[in-house]
């Protein structure tokens, strides 16, 4: 029994963390203060559920927990008015300056950004933790800890860089924000262009890691998954003449159009070339492809808008047979050139092999692994697993989804690297 509950505390710990963390910083104003007061919540149910039962809103318990534990504090504060007095100017300064320079129409916006609540503190976080008193990496790193709830171990994977780097990069960002008194609020129209970089590069980890867990026993986490979309939705509200805004979305929305698709009754992976296109979402496909055509629209295509291209590809192509991969391989080209990363040239191989045959890609694959960048990266030898397996070199294959399973983490990814390997073992 008490297994079961400390599994629920999880559960619902791993998809409210972001929204208390947030709701108790706006009231203490300081991100590392509000996340221990927020862990003191966690502490307080890891007691109390076990005896009293797991309450009938466990978010709501839960922050409301927090808050209570944030307003003890500011009463033991001796400037306790005085920051009440700064939370009311902050807010009525919000109300009736920085909003309506964000957007044109603000009953529109809070319309379309999640039922008005344009000042979302899920917002408020990601923009504090996205402040320029920190690096763009310690941006990164501590925002996707807070809103995606996100473990050291899970962001380090995300950047394919050593645990203990991340780790410091948290603890740093914390201290850093703590020592400027970075304000929590959204910022000012003259920063917007400078943070929204990174709040972006953000969302998009956060989704990735609902898209493809890094770890765990799940295929994918459907919560993230939708945090990370509705996050994506509020600022393409936000900054409606933004390209990349845009193309995120778009990129998002045809990605996770896919979800249904992507497991099967028992849970496991289903590859994009074998899934039921049929199950894709075509709400979603069908929002994906317009916030592409407002993105293309607004500039010259960036990193988000290209991928988003990508996936268009995917999407309109009623059979996995119709892919149009000369297309994709060249917008991976573009894609490379505009914003270069070995992972970049993964997929740019997959997708030669795809239009010029498996020994093209698998030259590409070659060379990539000469460098050693991805030496940690578990797809690499996934991909030239399979590229082997279409030469007919079975032997040479298995071993290379062999590896490729040593160095997963996620169980369904582990066990479907296994059984590819087991499957070519003996051809």
């Not at 790193?141 to 962001?155: F, P, Q």
């Not at 262009?193 to 890691?209: D, K, T």
């Not at 778009?250 to 296109?277: F, H, I, K, N, T």
Request: one cysteine or more; aromatic letters at 4%; proline letters at 5%.
């Amino acid at each position: 029994m008490r297994g079961a509950v400390d599994a629920a505390i999880a559960a619902v710990w791993r998809i409210e963390s972001a929204k208390i963390v947030a709701g108790v910083a706006r009231l203490v104003r300081d991100i590392g203060l509000a996340e221990e007061l927020a862990g003191d919540a966690l502490v307080a149910a890891l007691e109390h559920w076990p005896e009293a039962g797991i309450p009938d809103n466990p978010g709501a318990w839960l922050m409301r927990t927090a808050k209570n534990a944030a307003l003890d504090h500011l009463r033991r504060d001796k400037s306790y008015r005085e920051k009440c007095a700064q939370i009311g100017h902050d807010l009525e300064a919000m109300e009736a300056h920085i909003v309506p320079d964000f957007v044109d129409d603000l009953d529109a916006a809070r319309d379309a950004a999640d039922n008005g609540l344009v000042h979302d503190d899920l917002l408020r976080l990601m923009f504090t933790a996205c402040h320029p008193v920190l690096s763009t990496e310690a941006r990164v790193a501590l925002t996707l800890k807070l809103l995606g709830g996100l473990s050291t171990h899970e962001i380090a994977r995300a950047f394919l860089v050593p645990e203990p780097t991340i780790a410091q990069r948290i603890v740093r960002a914390k201290r850093s924000l703590g020592q400027a008194r970075v304000p929590f609020e959204l910022p000012p129209p003259a920063e917007l262009a400078e943070r929204l970089a990174s709040v972006l590069e953000v969302v998009y980890l956060v989704f990735n890691e609902g898209y493809t867990a890094t770890s765990g026993s799940d295929w994918m986490r459907p919560a993230l998954q939708d945090e990370a979309l509705r996050l994506g939705r509020m600022l393409a509200e936000l900054a409606p003449r933004e390209p990349e805004a845009q193309g995120l979305v778009a990129l998002m929305e045809l990605q996770a159009s896919r979800a249904a698709a992507r497991v099967d009754r028992e849970g496991r992976p289903v590859l994009l070339l074998e899934q039921d296109r049929l199950r894709w979402d075509g709400i979603l496909i069908r929002r994906g492809l317009a916030a592409l055509a407002r993105a293309e629209l607004l500039g010259p295509p960036g990193p988000y808008t290209l991928q988003a291209a990508i996936a268009a590809c995917h999407a309109r192509a009623r059979m996995a047979a119709e892919t149009d991969w000369k297309r994709i391989a060249a917008l991976y080209g573009e894609l490379a050139r505009v914003n270069p990363s070995p992972v970049v040239e993964l997929n740019r191989a997959v997708a030669v092999g795809m239009a010029e045959g498996p020994a093209a890609g698998l030259a590409l694959v070659d060379e990539l692994a000469g460098q050693g960048r991805l030496a940690r990266y578990q797809w690499l030898p996934a991909v030239r697993g399979d590229l082997l397996e279409k030469l007919g070199r079975g032997a040479e294959a298995s071993a290379e989804f062999t590896r490729a399973a040593q160095m997963a983490t996620n169980a369904r990814e582990k066990a479907l690297l296994e059984e590819r390997a087991r499957t070519n073992a003996g051809t």
